[in-house]
Each structure stands twice: as structure tokens, then as C-alpha cells.
């Protein structure tokens, strides 16, 4: 079950939800009420991205 980002045509808030079914209408907004919200086109993280551990240190290439 994915989770979309909607964008709020009235107030401009951005919120998540998540899809279950694909006949499903779109949500109202959860700060205003208005009906009418926009999918947002939102990537997916990749795992691993960041590590607390690593100390925000990145790793030299190694190229040469």
C-alpha cells in the first residue's frame, strides 16, 4: 500500500496519506476541509541514505 503526498489547492498544505485501493477518491485536506487536493509527484528514499553512526562523514571514492 503506497503512501501519496497531496498538496492542498486551497491553503498550500502538504500532507501524506496512504492509498489502499486504487478506486479511492482523494482525500480533503486535513487543515482546511477543501475537497479539492493535487498528487504530488514525490520520489522514494533509497535505503541507507544516512547513518547517525557514521558522524556525517562521507567516505573518500577511492579513485585515483
Request: aromatic fraction near 10%; charged fraction near 20%.
Amino acid at each position: 500500500m503506497p503512501i501519496f503526498e497531496y498538496a492542498c489547492s486551497h491553503c498550500g498544505h502538504v500532507f501524506e496519506k496512504l492509498v489502499l485501493t486504487r478506486n479511492q477518491d482523494l482525500p480533503e485536506c486535513p487543515k482546511c476541509g477543501w475537497k479539492r487536493v493535487e498528487q504530488k509527484f514525490s520520489a522514494f528514499a533509497t535505503v541507507g541514505a544516512t547513518s547517525k553512526s557514521a558522524g556525517g562523514v562521507c567516505a573518500p571514492s577511492g579513485g585515483g
